[in-house]
Each structure stands twice: as C-alpha cells, then as structure tokens.
C-alpha cells in the first residue's frame, strides 16, 4: 500500500471520529446540567463513560462485584502497599503515611477536612486496570508465542500447523509488508521491537473490545501507554540514526541563512513523528469505545426499552468497525515506527 | 483535560513490562520463530532450485538419451546395409563359382564324350577295315577260283585303258 495514501486515510478516519465525538459530546453535557435540577438520581452519561475508558483502581467484574487492586504509592515520606479495598468506593479515607483519599479514581493526600494536601508530594504506582489487564495481555502473548516458538522446534522442517500456522502470516505480514520495504535489509535488527508493538497494540485492542470482564478495558486509548509506546519508537529512532540522518536535520543541503528556520522545524519533525503516533493510536482507540458507549447509553438516556434495538444496531456496527481499527492501528503503529527507522538508518540521502 | 494527562504510574509500568515482554519475546519467541522461517524459506528455496536443476538435468539426460538412440539407428543402419552388401557380394561370388564350377564340368563332359566319341569311331574304323578285309579277301578268293573270268577281267581292263 502506498504510505501516503495511509495518511491521508489515517487522516479523514481521524476527522471523522473527532466530528462523532464532538456531535456526541454536546448532548451529554446538555443531559448533565439539565439533570442537576432534578430530585431522582438521573443517569449520566458523560460519568459512566469517562469512567469507562480512564483507569481504576478496581477491576469490575459484574454488578457490585469488584476486585480491589494492589496500591503502590511512592512519596517523600517513602513506599506503601496496601489493597483499595480499605477506600470502600471513595466512600473512606485511608491514614498511611498521609490521609488518602479516592477521588475520581484517583488516590489524592487529604487533609483532615478532606480537602487535596497540596504540600504532599505523591506519585501513584498502583497496579491499577489497567496494568493488570497489560499484564494479562502480556501473558496471552507470552503464552501464545512461546508456545509457537515451541512448534517451530519440535516441526522444524514442517508445515505450519494450528496456532503456528495462525501467526506465522501475521508473522511474516510485519515482516514482509512493514519491516522490509520500509527498512530494507537492516530489518532484522527491529524485527523483535516491531513484532512486539504490533502484536502488543493488536491483543491489547482487541481484549479492550470485549466489552465484559476480564476485557473492556481501555488499554491502547490510555495515553500513558500510548505515549511510553511512542517515547520507544522516539528512542530508536534516534538511536538508529545515522550521520546522512543528522545531516539532513542540523545541516541540510540548503543555503546557510535557512538553517534558523530549517533545524527548529526538523527538530519540531523528530518530536512531532511520535507524537502524532501517540494521539493517533490514543484518539482511536479511545474514540472507539467512546462512541460504543455512548450507543449503549442511549437506551438509559431515552430510558426505554424500545431504544434497545437501534443501539444494538448501531453498537454491532461500531464493533465491526473497531474489530478493524483494531488491526489497523496495531499495523499503523508498527508500520510508521518502521518508516521511521527506515528514514533514520537510510544510507543515502535526498 | 484527565484524559490526555499521562499518569506516571502507568507510564513506568509500562514501560518495565513492555520493555520485559520485548526482551522475553525477542529471546524466546521472535529470533527463534523468525530463524526458522528463513531456514524453512532457504530450504525451500534451495529445494526449488534443486528441482529445476534436476529438471534441466533430466531433460539433459533425454536429450542425450536421444541422441545415443539418434546414433544408434543410424549405426544399425549402417550396419544392416553392410550386412546386406556383403550377403549380397557372397551370393554373387557363390553364383559365379557355381557358374565356373558348372562350365568346367561341362567342358569335361564334353572332352569325355569327345573323346569316347573318338574311341568308339575308332572301333567302328577297325571293324570296318576288318570287315571290308574280310569280305576283300572273300571276293578275292571266289574271284580266283575261276581263271577265265580272270582273263576277262584283264581284257576288260586293258579295253578301258587308253592308251595316250
């Protein structure tokens, strides 16, 4: 496929999904004031959601059964380790080494009033949501490809069989259709990373689709990963460079007095090619589940049963729709990441 | 404005485990599934390559197999049409030293019959000058039994003698 026409594609994908979001987020927030005013408890939309596709310190399995998940918090006064269970919901407050407190899902220092202690210093290094549900991904992956990596030893020799044969074309599409044309013959050396983020970004999406435990999770639309993802694509990207790469960036082939405007702009493209990376995959992902929820949440915004037919219309839609973005940011990610290196390790320049 | 705020905790965690997954998988999973594609598309590219070679080996060998069965035709041929030459030449030869053969036996006959012929003339000559002899001898003596006829004769004789 030609990289350009991936971009542009990319490019209205990514528009459209902004103007869904935009379209949908008017609404809600309409729902939300109006629902202010009224006695009974309303349902709201924009809450569940956000909750939704953000990150826990809880793992929801169904109705009010939760498993509380391990907190790590690193402070000036030193580690803890203690279950969220002990907050109850938000409902509690926890004395450890400062009075904690659950907000929003986020762990917050209090002060005896429960108002934010803003002198405490504290970082979160909670296995939250989703660290946990990484963790699994990972442990599929492991799983899955160790246990192929084990065929190719015991049919060494033979056709591919089962799992095997299932992967080896996934295998080979990263290999064949990303890694090479873009790279060229220096490819075996990023095999491993790009093999890696494609098949890490793929069953993270894919698990982020089911939408009941232990999936549904909001793994690849959370811009922590997104932007570690992108920070190591970043880091080999420049790590791989070499001295025609640097050239084209601090002394290009243009006459001298450019250089004031050409080197800030090519050091804009170094941060502005990863970034793009991270929002893309981010902007995606999340836009998916958004939308999906917001289908879902139609039928308890109208509050009737009769809404539940077009939601699931549209939801089933939406799933086939997000089962291929699934596929395609994972290649997308991997694929520019490729083009990257592939631009940075170029022998010759243009 | 929470959700595109990156939350450290999740960044570090995310950064060791896909750092350990990279290194785990590129160990155990990646270098040895990708050494084994390329060894299996190696060998069947060498295996391949091994067919065509032996294609081309095989129609070699036909090619070959033909021209021996090219040449022995022709040899056969060869050798029929000498064989058929010297037969040929054998007959003759033996035709023409059963016509010598033949000749020789009748100019044998013949010098035999001629030459039996010359006896048996020679026989019939002697039995003929016995016989005429004889009968000579015969006449004679009747003649010289009466000496008057004798004298006749003579006057008979003398008459036709003329006298020149």
Not at chain 1, 273 to 288: E, S, V, Y
Not at chain 2, 78 to 94: F, N, P, S, T, Y
Request: glycine share 4%.
């Amino acid at each position: 496929m030609d990289k350009g026409s991936i971009f542009k594609f990319k490019k209205i994908q990514y528009l459209l999904k902004v103007a869904v979001i935009l379209i949908l987020a008017i609404p809600f927030s309409a729902f939300s004031q109006e629902n202010k005013g009224s006695e009974k408890k309303e349902f709201n939309p924009k809450e569940v959601i956000l909750e939704h596709i953000g990150d826990s310190h809880y793992w929801h399995i169904v109705g009010p059964y939760k498993i509380p998940l391990p907190v790590i918090i690193c402070s000036d006064k030193g580690l803890e380790f203690f279950s969220s269970s002990v907050f109850a919901d938000g409902l509690q407050t926890y004395q450890g080494k400062y009075n904690y407190k659950l907000v929003k899902d986020k762990i917050l220092a209090v002060d005896a009033a429960g108002n934010e202690d803003l002198t405490a210093k504290i970082y979160d290094f909670s296995i939250t949501r989703n660290v946990a549900a990484m963790w699994m991904s990972m442990a599929i992956l492991f799983g899955v490809f160790i246990s192929v990596s084990g065929k190719y030893v015991t049919r060494k020799g033979k056709a591919p069989k089962g799992l095997q044969s299932f992967m080896e074309p996934l295998v080979l599409f990263v290999r064949d259709e990303v890694a090479i044309p873009n790279i060229g013959h220096k490819h075996v050396k990023y095999m491993p990373l790009l093999l890696t983020m494609f098949f890490f970004i793929l069953i993270s999406n894919l698990l982020g689709l089911i939408p009941f435990f232990p999936g549904g999770f909001n793994l690849t639309g959370n811009i922590a990963v997104t932007i570690t993802l992108a920070v190591i694509t970043l880091i080999t990207v420049n790590f791989s460079g070499n001295k025609y790469y640097w050239k084209h960036i601090f002394a290009p082939d243009i006459p001298k007095w450019l250089y004031i405007i050409m080197v800030p702009v090519e050091l804009i493209g170094v941060i502005s090619r990863p970034f793009a990376l991270m929002i893309r995959l981010f902007a995606n992902i999340t836009a998916g589940h958004i939308v999906v929820l917001s289908l879902i949440s139609l039928i308890f915004i109208f509050n009737t049963l009769w809404m539940s037919p077009v939601s699931v219309v549209f939801v089933v839609f939406m799933d086939t729709i997000e089962l291929l973005v699934a596929f395609l940011q994972a290649f997308i990610f991997t694929m520019l990441t490729a083009l990257f290196i592939g631009m940075a390790v170029e022998e010759h320049h243009h | 404005m929470e959700l595109v705020k990156p939350e450290i905790g999740l960044v570090f965690w995310t950064t060791v485990s896909f750092l350990i997954l990279l290194f785990i998988l590129r160990k155990y999973a990646w270098t040895p599934i990708l050494a084994s594609i390329s060894e299996r598309e190696l060998s069947i590219e060498d295996a391949l390559s091994k067919a065509e070679a032996a294609k081309d080996e095989m129609a070699r060998l036909t090619n070959e197999n033909d021209q021996l069965l090219k040449q022995a035709r022709i040899e056969r041929d060869l050798i029929l049409r000498e064989a058929k030459i010297v037969k040929d030449q054998i007959i003759g030869e033996a035709k023409d030293a059963a016509a010598k053969e033949g000749a020789k036996m009748i100019e044998k006959a013949r010098v035999e019959i001629n030459s039996q012929k010359a006896i048996a003339m020679a026989d019939v000559k002697n039995l003929v000058a016995e016989l005429s002899i004889e009968i000579a001898e015969k006449v004679l003596r009747k003649q010289f039994e009466h000496p008057h006829l004798q004298d006749e004769l003579v006057a008979d004789l003398l008459k036709e003698v003329k006298l020149n």
